[in-house]
């Protein structure tokens, strides 16, 4: 049964080498590439969101990779919540390069 209280984070999400019909759901000007798990975790601790972190699971269209995932608690729409944490992650991103 669905978790309707938690949005379901996968780090294809916010790839940008990936296009929309790879599960790509940000923006292109918002995306990173090649995003990791740690990374979400790490924007989603900054904006201060409830999540639960999950390891050993595979996004549907690679089923090969276990990239791992992130179960947020759902204050807003979930597109709001992917915008706001793709900002973070660019932030993360460019502190990174620094």
Excluded at 60 to 76: C, F, N, Y
Excluded at 79 to 90: E, G
Aim: hydrophobic share 40%; with cysteine.
């Amino acid at each position: 049964m669905r978790k309707q209280d938690k949005v379901i984070l996968w780090p294809a999400y916010f790839d940008s080498t990936k296009s929309r019909g790879e599960g790509r759901k940000v923006p292109k000007n918002l995306a990173v590439p090649s995003p990791k798990v740690s990374e979400l975790k790490e924007a989603v601790e900054k904006l201060g969101l409830e999540h639960e972190l999950v390891l050993d699971v595979c996004y549907p269209k690679t089923s090969w990779l276990k990239t791992g995932m992130l179960l947020v608690a759902k204050k807003e729409s979930k597109n709001l919540l992917l915008k706001k944490v793709a900002k973070q992650l660019q932030k993360i991103r460019t502190a990174a390069v620094k």
